[in-house]
């Protein structure tokens, strides 16, 4: 996987925009971060999962998924590790983020749009 794709996948989600933010790009979705690029260092992306969300996939992929350090980690920020990582379940994670983070109105209206 390459930053460009994961960048791809995030942007497909409906009303995801690329900002940037402490000098790496993120996606946003209702001007909140669901996800980003080059953290913790290049060749990495953070998704913002639940605790619950994070431990399914860390048993899931171990070796693409860890939890980012610290505070942030525990609370579902997990790290993705893009050399090793799928295009199927990184979809579903990117997904899952976008979901935690949107407004409920969208995620609804997408739910219907997925149904």
């Not at 994070?54 to 579902?76: I, T």
Request: glycine content about 8%; aromatic content about 8%.
């Amino acid at each position: 996987m390459t930053a460009a794709q994961f960048r791809k996948i995030a942007l497909r989600l409906p009303e995801a925009v690329e900002s940037a933010h402490m000098s790496h790009p993120d996606f946003r979705v209702g001007g909140k971060v669901f996800a980003s690029l080059g953290y913790p260092e290049e060749g990495w992306g953070m998704v913002k999962l639940t605790p619950e969300q994070q431990q399914l996939v860390l048993d899931a992929e171990p070796l693409m998924f860890q939890p980012a350090k610290g505070a942030w980690g525990k609370g579902g920020a997990t790290c993705v590790a893009l050399k090793v990582a799928k295009a199927k379940p990184l979809t579903a994670v990117l997904t899952a983020a976008w979901r935690n983070t949107a407004p409920k109105a969208l995620v609804r209206a997408f739910d219907v749009e997925e149904a």
